[in-house]
C-alpha cells in the first residue's frame, strides 16, 4: 500500500499535468465548436442576402460625437436596409449627431452633421442661416420639465400697451409659434442669505434673427409663457390676443360681437337724432278782429281745408 501511494506520491506532476492537458482539449473543442456555429450562421445570413448595418449602441442626444463604443454592426436583410445607412461602424466613428437616436436605432447620414464639423454640442444641430437663444423659465413656463430637446413649443409674452384704455393695457398674445427646442438644461439662482437656492431652466430654441428679435423684446418687456405642441401640429395660428374685457366676456357671446352690438346701437341713436321727423299735415290759425279761423295743410298737396 506504501509502494502504491508513494507510487503516486511520485507521479503526481504528471497526473496533474495530463488532468490539465483533458481540460483544455475539452474546451478547445467547445471554442472551436462555437465558432463554427457562428460562422456557419454568418455564412447562412450572407447566403441568405444581408447586409451589416452600423447601429446606435446606446441612446445618444444630439451633438454626441460617436465613438467606437457607442456603435455596432447589425446584419439587415438587404431589402430592409435603409437608405443611407452604414455597413462598417468605424465610417461613423468622429462624427457628429443632429437628431436624438435610440439603441439599436440605424446611423443614417440624414442623422449626422457635415464631416466639415468636428466639435460637438448645440453649435453642431443649429439649421444653416438660423440661430439658437437661450431664455430662462421656471417650472411652471416650462411646462413644468416636460419640454425636451427636439419637443416644439408656441411662445406667448404677456405685457402692458403703451395708450392703451384701463381694461386694455394688458395683453397676451402668442409670438412665435412652432419653434424647435434644441437644449435644456438647468441653473441655481442664489438669493439673499436667507433664501434657499432655487432652480431655473434655461431653455434654448432655434430661431431666425427675426424670431431672435422678437424673444429678446418679449423677455425684456414682458413676461413669456412657453405652450407644448403635438409632434404632427405644425399648423400656425393667427389669434387677436387676449385682454381683460376679452377674457372676462368667455362663453357670454364674445368681446367682439358685444362691441359690434354696442356699435350698432350708437349708430341707430345717431341716426335718429339727425333725422327731423316731418309731419304728414299741420294746422294754420287766422285772427281777423274777433273772429278766428283755421286752415289745415297737407304735406305735398296744395289742398286745404278751412
Known sequence: ????????????????????????LVVSGMVYSWLKKARDLQQTAYSLGTQPVAVAQVDLQWGTILSKEMVKPVLYLKEGTP??????????VGRTVIYPMKANEPILESRLAPTSVKTGGVAAIITPKK????????????????????????VLVTLTQAGAGKDESTITKIILENMLVLA?????????????????????????????????QATTQGKIQLALRNFADTEDVNTRGSTNPNLLASYSGGPYKQK???????????????VREIPASFTVETINGNRVSEKKFFYGSKDYEN
Open 260 to 274: 359690434e352690438v354696442a356699435k350698432s346701437k350708437v349708430k341707430a341713436v345717431r341716426q335718429a337724432s339727425s
Open 1 to 24: 500500500m506504501k509502494n502504491i501511494l508513494g507510487g503516486i506520491g511520485k507521479n503526481k506532476p504528471l497526473i496533474m499535468i495530463g488532468i490539465a492537458i483533458v481540460i483544455a
Open 83 to 92: 437608405p443611407g445607412y452604414f455597413s462598417d461602424p468605424s465610417a461613423v
Open 131 to 154: 440661430r439658437a437663444m437661450a431664455v430662462k423659465v421656471d417650472k411652471v413656463v416650462g411646462v413644468s420639465g416636460f419640454v425636451h430637446p427636439g419637443n416644439r413649443v408656441d
Open 184 to 216: 435644456t438644461g438647468s441653473e441655481i439662482e442664489q438669493g439673499s442669505k436667507q433664501e434657499k437656492p432655487q432652480s431655473a431652466d434655461v431653455i434654448t430654441l432655434e430661431v431666425t434673427p427675426e424670431e431672435g428679435e422678437k424673444l429678446a
